[in-house]
């Protein structure tokens, strides 16, 4: 109920930009849902919404652009379909070379 709380008083002032900081947190999947649908309406509406993530699944089921910041710096600012396509998954970037036995 915090995290709901909290995505309500950041509404609070009918605010035309929104950042919010790992909203999904504690939610549960109901809350989830609801909050994925409230950003996109609120995006829809024109306003700018900004949520932060570590979270790259999370920003795949919710984002429709994503800036990546690394080390203080823009590492990507592209539609979310362009950063996954541009990129390996996961398990290929970590893939360790065979060890000679």
């Known amino acids: 109920m915090r995290q709901r709380l ?4 950041a509404l609070l002032g009918d605010p035309p930009v929104l950042l919010l900081d790992e909203p999904i947190n504690g939610l549960d999947p109901v809350g989830i849902r609801w909050a ?9 509406e ?12 999370e920003m795949a089921n919710t984002v429709g652009h994503l800036i990546v910041i690394g080390g203080g710096k823009v590492i990507a600012d592209e ?16 893939a360790h070379p065979a060890r000679p036995s």
């Open 46 to 57: 024109g306003r700018t919404v900004f949520l932060s993530s570590h979270l790259m699944s």
């Open 6 to 9: 909290g995505i309500a008083a």
């Open 36 to 44: 994925r649908e409230l950003f996109r309406r609120l995006a829809a």
């Open 79 to 94: 539609p979310l379909a362009g950063f996954a396509a541009a990129r390996p998954p996961p398990a290929s970037r970590c």
